[in-house]
């Protein structure tokens, strides 16, 4: 039997709840997971049949910590390890606890707000909900930055490859890595650029989002150090998030991925520079306030979970 993916390659929708629990200390948390593995799967189901057209779905990551916790199969998903901290010379891709990560999007919003109050409702009596991002599209999947965001994502039959583990891992075929960030932007410092110079941190024309030449990107700019090559990919859906009273506005940054080793080019590349030093110069207007890596497993897998 072909295992059964969470919907990780689907393209980004209008609406997106992030959501990151954390276990209380000194409590038995198994039976409420097998709960809300049970409720992934209806959600999933309802979703199809009533909102056929909008694209809803909610799908559910695990970390390591997480992982040894709830007593789930071992050995582990090959690259599923809590997230090291990439220091930089200037800027560092920080490093945070995060248990189970829920991704809900719709293109009506309240879908996903019924998935993450059901969500809540299982899991408030064991575990803390440590960060909730309500992401919109913004324009034509802008960036509160103003640029396009996800140029580079692979289309059709390549998402699935590079976002879906393969024959490498054979126990956890079908399932995905997951990393996110939460970035919160400096918009008064960018705001204080030129378009001309924006630009040139990004890698890419504002308006029409077209790629500059070789020859004319700069060897600091956020294209040049994001992308590791045609043969290391992600999935990206990032989505755009912003709060007027507390001035908080950013980019949640969200990767799936064949295997995280792909994830790790990118982040040295970003922070230690390539070469050492050569950092991106996007992280002198973004700051990255959380990161966590989590393991997607197959509906099967979940399946299975819920009844254990």
Known sequence: ???????VTDYTNNNTI????NFK???EVRAFFNQVCSLLINLNNSANVRFPVSRASCVMGIGYDAWLRLGLPVP????????APVVGEKHTAVSSKGDLHFHIRADNHSICYDMAAAIADVLTP??????????FRYWDSRSILGFVDGTENPHGQDREYFGIVGDDD???KG???LFVQKYVHDLTAWKGLSTEQQEKVIGRSKSNDIEMADEVKPSNSHIALANVGDDFKIVRDNMPFGNMSTNEMGTYFIAYASTFSTVQKMLNNMFIGSPEGNY?????????KTGSLFFVPTFNMIDDFSSN
């Open 76 to 83: 582990l998903p090959k690259e599923l390890a809590d997230f």
């Open 25 to 27: 200390d000194n409590l």
């Open 175 to 177: 399932g995905s890595y």
């Open 280 to 288: 991106d110069r996007i992280l002198d207007f973004s700051t990255p």
């Open 18 to 21: 992030f959501m990151v629990w």
């Open 1 to 7: 039997m072909n295992p059964d993916s969470q919907n």
């Open 170 to 172: 054979p126990v956890y």
């Open 126 to 135: 064991v575990a803390t909900c440590t960060e909730e991002i309500h992401g």
